[in-house]
């Protein structure tokens, strides 16, 4: 049975600048400029767009003239690329972009990002914050496996000095970082320290998928979708989750992503031992950890110990979030910062980051989500055709 997949590449991917705050701009128009740049970067014509995916679809689609044309308003990254890629694969659609951006977002409560603060009553009742959410589930880790302040801060300060070293990261010449660095930071949800949570930002980002017949007249090489798929045990920032919630089946909410991820490397052929690079959604330093044992990349328990060893940093087994993450290159918007996962991948397999790239890479892995939201998107990308 041929991958569904098979005939689907990611023709080009554009991130804008990312700031603190962007001036001039807002969500609309900064999803605007990463769309133009995502269709230069493919060498496709905003004519040839026939599907549009985004928060900001409809406007798109008016702003560029690519009527008629589908159109889905949806959010959340790795989700709408794979839907993307239903689209082509189905003949529904032979070039779908898909965009997002997030800008003057920042008015009111800058220090957390809006979409993480919903007003209902298990949240504004008893102050259950976003990172306090996760740290519950990291809390719970550590009381199981003894995993430490520590280990979470070398995770931090990993990630952070990616995102120093990068010139296009907002938090660009901040570092470096040390791990003591981290755990010397103000504590902000017990055991997270300031500088092991996610920073906020503005920005916008987009990429193109169409299909393969096209391949041989793009500027830049094909990246093949291998697989993927999502995981959830419930709604988002609403409830308190718990490590040991179940559904169907005997993998907990702390582990959200395994089966997801376990039907990614079957739909490849692969196995955890094959990914190069590991672009890794970083919204708190402990999701990394807990994302290691979660994918198979080690056994329950030992995620700590793995980080620590310094397998997850430049020149390791598996180098993570390379161009600094949410933590240092960019938090912007719910959607636009879950994308930017999928786009730092396809930049290491075409061998074109500017920093931190991985010599040789071919197969990488690309996550969203995470414990305390109760959701983990898993994405796998490679160089050669499924």
Known sequence: MPHPYRDVVIAGVYNTPQARQLEGHDSESITFDAAVGALADA???????????????????????????????????????????????SG?????????????????????????????EFVVGYGLFTAAEFALMARRHMVMHRTTPEQMATVAATIRNNGHVNPDAVYYGRGPFTPADILAS????????????????????????TNADRAADFSSPPVWILGGGSDSYGPAYQIAPAW??????????????????????????????????????????????RQMEAFGFCNDGEGGAF?????????????????????????????????????????????TCATSQVDGASVALCSNGGSGALFTDVLLLGTERP
């Open 307 to 351: 980080v620590a060893e310094g397998n997850i940093g430049p020149g390791g087994r598996l180098p993570v979030t390379t161009d600094g993450g949410t933590m240092s290159y960019s938090h912007a918007g719910i959607n636009a910062q879950q994308l930017q996962r999928v786009i730092r991948a396809v930049e290491q397999l075409r061998g």
């Open 244 to 289: 040991d919630l179940v559904g169907r089946s005997d993998v907990p909410a702390g582990y959200v992503g395994r089966t997801a991820a376990r039907h990614t490397f079957a739909a490849a052929g692969l196995h955890p031992g094959d990914v190069d690079v590991a672009e890794l959604y970083d919204p708190f330093s402990f999701e990394i950890i």
């Open 92 to 120: 529904r659609a032979d070039v779908v972009l898909v965009a997002a951006g997030g800008a003057s977002m920042y008015s009111d409560r800058t220090s957390t990002a809006p979409w993480t603060r919903p007003a209902n």
């Open 186 to 209: 103000r504590m902000v949800a017990d055991p997270f320290h300031l500088l092991d949570c996610a920073m906020t930002s503005e920005g916008g980002c987009a990429l193109v998928l």
């Open 43 to 89: 060498g496709v014509k905003p004519a040839e767009v026939d599907a549009v995916i985004g928060a900001h679809a409809q406007e798109l689609v008016l702003g560029l003239r690519l009527g008629p044309c589908t159109r889905l308003p949806w959010q959340l990254g790795i989700p709408i690329v794979l839907e993307g890629a239903d689209l082509v694969a």
